[in-house]
């Protein structure tokens, strides 16, 4: 058994642990780094570093995503995965293994789409268009989720506040 205030503490106590094993000498662990100056305290935060603190949170934890960025990569990624796609069915489809019915409901979605050389092309920049309005719209909507959350945390975090300043009306 030790005691536990930090990984520095953590290792020099067992450190000494297998000394005293070793040596067959008696340690006593829970002596080891008791001073004050050493153990590790939380600070106390006073109602003013409250507010600083909680608008430093949404900045650094919950950043939000750049909408077109997320598009843009996303539908860079789509259209990459839809071009090799396509060109592998196209390298390596037959009649009998069920792509040519895969293809045939793709272009019913995407007019144009076919399993040619030209379909490969047209794939990729359905992919790119589906990819960037899927990854623009998450990005919207993941922003919007997380501001409605911080809201609503930010509100509980007041309520307490506001619940002391009545009791003094």
Wanted: proline content about 2%; aromatic content about 10%; glycine content about 8%.
């Amino acid at each position: 058994l030790h005691r536990y205030d930090n990984q520095d503490h953590a290792m020099l106590t067992g450190i000494q642990a297998a000394r005293g094993l070793a040596s067959g000498e008696r340690v006593d662990l829970w002596a080891i780094n008791r001073e004050n100056t050493y153990l590790e305290s939380a600070a106390v935060r006073s109602d003013a570093d409250d507010s600083s603190a909680r608008e430093a949170v949404p900045i650094e934890v919950f950043r939000r995503f750049h909408r077109l960025a997320l598009g843009i990569s996303t539908g860079v990624v789509c259209a990459v995965v839809a071009f090799l796609t396509t060109l592998a069915c196209l390298l390596f489809a037959s009649e009998t293994n069920g792509l040519a019915a895969f293809v045939s409901l793709l272009s019913q979605y995407y007019p144009g789409y076919s399993l040619s050389a030209m379909g490969c092309l047209s794939a990729a920049i359905y992919g790119a268009g589906t990819g960037l309005v899927a990854g623009w719209s998450f990005a919207v909507l993941r922003n919007a989720l997380t501001m409605a959350y911080l809201r609503f945390v930010a509100q509980r975090m007041e309520l307490p506040a506001l619940r002391r300043i009545l009791d003094y009306l």
